[in-house]
């Protein structure tokens, strides 16, 4: 079975400063990556997501993340955050053979939190 | 503009009692999955369909929950009976297999249940 690591809970970080929010998956066949967003009260958005080609895959928001394959990593970075970038990330995989194929397993999220 | 739409939005019922949650999916996705979000536990995937059968339910407590999709414009999520514990914000997303896994799930505002 596939799982995700999301190694921060909680990364605080001062306006326009970057920040990396660091995502490691275990999976023993091919997935596809996935970065959502969610905002208080709402459901989740997709950021990016990593399906082929490049690993360097540029989402919204001035967001970016790298898969890696070897370190079976794919972090979300970006260069300069603002206020209403201050929500929960969560990193998620998806499948593509075996028994569980075609499904969506997500981290416990990281709460990024954006000060003046 | 497509969306999926979860019925109700909010939810409080008295221990014991019966809970049904609905799911619209966005028409022409062909997978339906099923989440229970809470602080402790994260984004806990209960359940996923595929053309409308069930693929995975080992996420959910069988005795109490039970998932269905009687067609495809809707999927339902029953608690009987419901107890304090199931208090959570279940979601509802729905994608499409492409290439052997789900290349984006889309996200419904959520349940919000309170068991008293």
């Known amino acids: 079975a596939q799982s995700v690591t999301q190694l921060d809970s909680q990364v605080p970080v001062f306006e326009e400063a970057p920040v990396e929010l660091r995502c490691n998956y275990s999976?023993?066949?091919?997935?596809?990556l996935f970065w959502y967003v969610q905002y208080p009260n709402q459901g989740l958005q997709l950021l990016l997501k990593?399906?082929?080609?490049?690993?360097l895959v540029k989402g919204i928001n001035g967001f970016e993340a790298e898969f890696n394959k070897s370190q079976t990593s794919f972090h979300l970075r970006k260069p300069s955050v603002h206020i209403s970038d201050t929500a929960e990330y969560f990193c998620?995989?998806?499948?593509?053979?075996?028994?569980?194929?075609?499904?969506?397993?997500f981290g416990k999220g990281t709460k990024l939190s954006v000060k003046p | 503009d497509a969306r999926v739409t979860q019925t109700p939005r909010h939810k409080v019922t008295e221990m014991g009692q019966e809970v049904t949650m609905r799911c619209q999916p966005i028409?022409?996705?062909?997978?339906v999955f099923w989440y229970r979000q809470t602080m402790m536990q994260g984004l806990e995937l209960l359940a996923y369909?595929?053309?409308?059968?069930?693929?995975?339910d080992s996420g959910m407590p069988k005795d109490r929950f039970s998932a269905e999709m009687p067609d495809a414009t809707l999927a339902t999520l029953k608690i009987q009976p419901s107890e304090p514990r199931d208090s959570a914000v279940y979601f509802c997303?729905?994608?499409?297999?492409f290439g052997g896994g789900i290349t984006e799930a889309f996200f419904g505002q959520g349940t919000r249940l309170t068991v008293v």
């Open positions: 990593y399906l082929s080609g490049s690993t």
């Open positions: 028409l022409g996705h062909n997978t």
């Open positions: 999976s023993s066949v091919s997935v596809y």
């Open positions: 997303a729905s994608g499409s297999l």
């Open positions: 998620a995989v998806s499948t593509l053979y075996g028994g569980s194929q075609g499904n969506l397993i």
């Open positions: 369909f595929r053309n409308r059968a069930p693929l995975d």
